[in-house]
């Protein structure tokens, strides 16, 4: 069994053929999937393929890119859109500084909210975080609010003192197909180096899909490359990660069910 983490099955890019791309997915052994949220003025979307199908999962939040351009949003909202059966996490939310599509203070400010809604609601927070490792640190730490917050960096490609950072504070590191990169040398040192009980897979898709894909939209059913590819940088079996990162997932994600089969 395997489970994308993080994905987005409400993108445009999928329109098509969605119903295609979830029974590819189920054919390669993926059972679980996390729809993921980046603008509430959209969220509808997204929650309606959580509902649509049992072996997806959905979050609610705004992604750092539609800080700006989404409307104010307080806790109160947050926690109202979250109030759903389908729902197990806040996000995603964080900082995006090589972009830069809002002003930094407005992705701080909006991510601040999102956590202490994550923080209210006992909800795992899913956070973007890319050329933005030292407020990153500051601010995860002073939400933190003495391990009252949990969640993951999703797609990590950060430094290493931000994972481990992270994981001080009780995060967890997720990797997508940027792992099986050639380039990402540096990467692969710091996945083969975090506790096991913190690890993550995902897809990220419609993005970054991973060797052999690469290139090429990305889709959940592609999610095994990226674990088989952890499993070799930390000399286990695919089996092993498999049966790690699921267990990962539902230990943070505690509201969603593990598949009856699978339990």
């Excluded at 109202?80 to 599509?101: K, N, Q, S």
């Excluded at 960096?153 to 967890?172: I, K, M, N, Q, T």
């Excluded at 083969?192 to 990305?218: C, F, Q, S, W």
């Amino acid at each position: 069994m395997l489970v994308d983490s993080h994905c987005h099955l409400d993108f445009p890019d999928f329109d098509a053929e969605r119903a295609a791309v979830l029974a590819r997915a189920r054919a390669a052994g993926v059972r679980t999937m996390l729809t993921i949220g980046t603008k509430l003025t959209e969220f509808e979307r997204v929650r309606a393929i959580a509902e649509a199908e049992p072996d997806v999962w959905c979050s609610v939040g705004i992604h750092p890119h539609e800080a700006a351009s989404e409307p104010e949003v307080g806790t109160a909202e947050l926690l109202r859109l979250a109030d759903h059966p389908r729902v197990v996490a806040i996000g995603e939310c964080g900082l995006d500084f090589f972009y830069d599509h809002s002003p930094r203070d407005r992705q701080e400010a909006v991510f601040r909210v999102h956590a202490a809604a994550a923080r209210a609601a006992g909800l795992p927070l899913v956070v973007h975080s890319r050329d933005s490792d030292e407020d990153m640190i500051r601010v995860l730490t002073e939400e933190s609010d003495g391990g009252r917050l949990r969640g993951v960096l999703h797609c990590f490609s950060s430094g290493r003192r931000l994972a481990e950072e992270a994981v001080r504070l009780g995060f967890h590191i997720s990797f997508s197909g940027i792992l099986t990169f050639k380039k990402a040398d540096e990467l692969r040192a710091i996945a083969r180096d975090l506790p096991a009980d913190r690890l993550l897979v995902e897809t990220d898709a419609p993005y970054l899909a991973p060797i052999p894909h690469r290139g090429k939209r990305n889709e959940p059913a592609f999610v095994g490359h990226t674990a088989a590819r952890l499993a070799e940088i930390r000399g286990t079996s695919i089996a092993e990660i498999e049966a790690l990162t699921t267990d990962n997932f539902f230990r943070l994600f505690d509201r969603a069910a593990r598949p009856a089969a699978a339990a």
